[in-house]
T-cell receptor, first 115, second 114 residues
Framework: DAGVIQSPRHEVTEMGQEVTLRCKPI?????LFWYRQTMMRGLELLIY????????DSGMPEDRFSAKMPNASFSTLKIQPSEPRDSAVYFC?????????????FGEGSRLTVL | AQSVTQLGSHVSVSEGALVLLRCNYS??????LFWYVQYPNQGLQLLLK??????LVKGINGFEAEFKKSETSFHLTKPSAHMSDAAEYFC????????????FGTGTRLTVIP
């Protein structure tokens, strides 16, 4: 199987611009997670979906962030407008409970730099 | 609520020496515990996991970890470090069968000195 696929791998943008990060989970996985990684805060769970429905979005920092999962094979994380403090690596992960007992399969991440 | 604490953000060992990375957890229910490894510019990969079976868990690349309930610990060890072990290591906890999201520690960067 291809693994979790994220795009773009790198994004450099200017403050105020809209950023869209994309994720394709592993086929057959019904849970999808978005994490953010920074030096200061480590890995933070932003939101996760089950069967395309958002289950917990309490980690989404503010209204500038939004996430959607229109179908089982695609999810987006959007930041509008972007700010320099949003610079981070954003990871998407998926799994299929109960088969994986909490184990997550991660993509390679999208490194975002906001100037 | 679940959380993990990793003691030491940086650990350096000589090649061939013992690797010990420390993790303590807090959980109100029997936890599932995980160690993940992250190589530069890559996503996280599972090293090993504890899911309430054997307390000594063996993982990939010669790593193992022991669940000690009395000490609320899940330390990661490897008898002999290899240069390829240089990476960042994350301990994580979940509620087990009751939930599916992981809470990660802040990570420990392992440096292996030749």
């Amino acid at each position: 199987d291809a693994g979790v696929i994220q795009s773009p791998r790198h994004e450099v943008t200017e403050m105020g611009q809209e950023v869209t990060l994309r994720c394709k989970p592993i086929s057959g996985h019904d849970y999808l997670f978005w994490y953010r990684q920074t030096m200061m805060r480590g890995l933070e769970l932003l939101i996760y979906f089950n069967n395309n429905v958002p289950i917990d979005d309490s980690g989404m920092p503010e209204d500038r962030f939004s996430a959607k999962m229109p179908n089982a094979s695609f999810s987006t994380l959007k930041i509008q407008p972007s700010e320099p403090r949003d610079s981070a690596v954003y990871f998407c992960a998926s799994n299929s409970r109960p088969g994986h007992n909490g184990e997550l399969f991660f993509g390679e991440g999208s490194r975002l730099t906001v100037l | 609520a679940q959380s993990v604490t990793q003691l030491g953000s940086h650990v350096s060992v000589s090649e061939g020496a013992l690797v010990l990375l420390r993790c303590n957890y807090s959980s109100s229910v029997p936890p599932y515990l995980f160690w993940y490894v992250q190589y530069p510019n890559q996503g996280l990969q599972l090293l090993l996991k504890y899911t309430s079976a054997a307390t000594l868990v063996k993982g990939i690349n010669g790593f193992e970890a022991e669940f000690k309930k009395s000490e609320t610990s899940f330390h990661l060890t490897k008898p002999s470090a290899h240069m390829s072990d240089a990476a960042e290591y994350f301990c994580a906890v979940s509620e087990g069968t009751g939930a599916n999201n992981l809470f990660f520690g802040t990570g420990t960067r392992l440096t292996v000195i030749p």
